[in-house]
């Protein structure tokens, strides 16, 4: 079974529009980390945000934030007022305690921004 | 340079051939990760080192695949007998002890095409 899904392979937004990514994930391990990155076309991941099974409080990181719903296992990533930098890949990552400290990452969402 | 420093960015090798892939981590950073990313994929773990030693080896798809770390700074992750099934970007990562909240620090990746 997959650990991380994110169900949408591609988003479009216009400029300072809000959007949001979609990811869910799966793990019978209390204590795990979620993190999203970024992926622009040159190729390096970019740390974004990070959110932590036992923070009461979603995560928030300037124009980003994470919609995090446990009973529902799922880790929204929002941005907020779009900008055309913000066209890249993304993905949802997951580290669980148990399991070590490999981050297990999802397909990616390719987000488009227009003006 | 502050970032994680892989070379080359580019590779291509005919089929049969070994490579190596070269990763300079990010100074003090004494956790180091490698991964495999297939075009329209999510990165893969392959492996994991704590300054010299290999603590996690278990995504190295195959005996072909080879990675040290021998004074705990500079990676290669080596490849024999490249296959067509090689060909992906392989990502190295970098970061201080790794805990569940810990950021990971990528850098551009090595892209490498077997023909």
């Known amino acids: 079974a997959q650990k991380i899904t994110q169900t949408q392979p591609g988003m479009f937004v216009q400029e300072k529009e809000a959007v949001t990514l979609d990811c869910t994930y799966d793990t019978s391990d209390p204590s795990y980390g979620l993190f999203w990155y970024k992926q622009p076309s040159s190729g390096e991941m970019i740390f974004l945000i990070y959110q932590g099974s036992y923070d009461q409080q979603n995560a928030t990181e300037g124009r980003y934030s994470l919609n995090f719903q446990k009973a529902r296992k799922s880790a929204n990533l929002v941005i907020s007022a779009s900008q055309l930098g913000d066209s890249a890949m993304y993905f949802c990552a997951m580290r669980e305690n148990q399991a070590g400290t490999a981050l297990i990452f999802g397909k990616g969402t390719t987000l488009s921004v227009s003006s | 340079g502050a970032g994680v420093s892989q070379s080359p960015r580019y590779k291509v090798a005919k089929r049969g051939q070994d490579v190596a892939l070269r990763c300079d981590p990010i100074s003090g950073h004494v956790s180091l990760f490698w991964y495999q990313q297939a075009l329209g994929q999510g990165p893969e773990f392959l492996t994991y080192?704590?300054?010299?030693?290999?603590?996690?080896k278990s995504g190295l798809p195959s005996d072909r695949f080879f990675a040290e770390r021998p004074e705990g700074s500079v990676s290669t992750l080596k490849i024999q007998r490249t296959q067509q099934e090689d060909s992906a970007v392989y990502l190295c990562a970098s970061s201080l002890p790794a805990a569940m909240n810990t950021e990971a620090f990528f850098g551009q990746g090595t892209r490498l095409t077997v023909v």
């Open positions: 080192f704590q300054n010299e030693a290999q603590l996690d």
